[in-house]
């Protein structure tokens, strides 16, 4: 049976399932971002770079972990988060580039205490070809079109990686991400018997 405690249990693996980074053995890289990444502009002029997550970035993922409400905290990952300790900060860095894509929205290089300001990742099941989805930007930047972005160039990576389907629970209080993945074409299903959990999948 598919309860919410599985499903908080399944995001938690989601969230600490980039550990244990080994050695590549695919041929095949992700389409995009490209290796010195993007410029994204907000509306408001500021610039930041899209780009794969690094080994090194566990301390600016810390810091935009601390910028996010607790609210933005419990619709990434389901249920309340209050810290982000160095070991799992440094884990969620590491990934494994043959089943794993981790985009992040940073700091310039060069900026004295540089942030990460969203998150986009996916974990593909290598018997599935299945892969869970999660998304968290920081409020600071609702309405600049950064989910979107992320979303799509997620989706990218993950079929470069042969990946077949994209998938996320989402809470149902959570409007701007049910929208925003309608917006892509995601169908929505109820979560088994968890009425407050709504799945949505994508056929890549």
Known sequence: MD???NTRRRKE???LGYAGRRASSSNVAPAAPPPGGEIFTTHD???LILRDIHPDDFEALQRGFAGLTALEVRYRFLHPITELPEA???RLCDIDRDRAVALVLIDPDGAKAPEIHAVARAFIDPVTLSAEFALVVQHQLAGHGV????MRRLMEACRALGATELWGDVLAE???MLELCEHLGFSRYPAFDDPGVIRVIKTL
């Open 3 to 5: 309860t919410l405690a």
């Open 13 to 15: 693996k989601l969230y």
């Open 45 to 47: 002029g500021v610039r």
């Open 88 to 90: 799992l900060a440094r």
């Open 147 to 150: 989910g979107t972005l992320l």
């Open 174 to 176: 959570n409007g701007a």
